[in-house]
């Protein structure tokens, strides 16, 4: 057993971090939330192109207007997911270098994000019964994703989480 040698806080070795869905510690957390996203826009950008580059995609459009909103929908949507990539891939390396400030950019860009998708996709689904669930899920990943984050940064802010204490924080109860 390491002996940790940080005397950061009172109780020696006693962990002192949060269990991120009571599974893991929060850097661990954030880095599985963001490669969870990075998954999850991999596959909405696969499905995305498919749908866009289907043949019978431009019959079934009533007219211009519907097809032109349908290419400007499909542009947005990849350069989000872009940006989605690049940030996640940030707040990634920031959680492995214990960097607040790259995992607050993170956070700022989940914020950024829902806004435009709930608001996009919202006017989107205006004419269907869906239109609930264009709001919902955005604000319920949002979640998913910001706790880990916010724990992580409070807890690098406070001195429990750092490359010096993870020895004593490290915790997973099942995978990485």
Request: aromatic residues 10%; contains cysteine.
């Amino acid at each position: 057993m390491a002996i940790d040698r940080i005397p950061l806080l009172a109780g020696g070795n006693i962990r002192r971090g949060q269990h991120i869905f009571g599974c893991c510690d929060s850097k661990r957390g954030t880095i599985i939330v963001n490669v969870l996203d990075i998954l999850l826009t991999a596959i909405s950008m696969i499905i995305l192109t498919v749908i866009y580059n289907d043949p019978d995609r431009g019959k079934q459009a009533t007219n211009q207007e519907t097809v032109d909103h349908i290419n400007n929908y499909y542009l947005a949507s990849m350069i989000v997911s872009g940006i989605t990539f690049a940030i996640n891939l940030i707040v990634i390396f920031g959680a492995y270098i214990y960097n607040r400030r790259l995992v607050i950019l993170g956070i700022v860009w989940i914020i950024t994000r829902t806004v435009l998708t709930i608001v996009y996709d919202a006017f989107l689904a205006e004419d269907t019964d869906l239109h609930v669930l264009y709001i919902v899920l955005p604000i319920l990943w949002a979640l998913i994703m910001f706790y880990p984050q916010v724990i992580f940064i409070l807890e690098v802010n406070s001195g429990i989480m750092s490359a010096l204490t993870y020895s004593r924080e490290k915790h997973c109860c099942c995978c990485v």
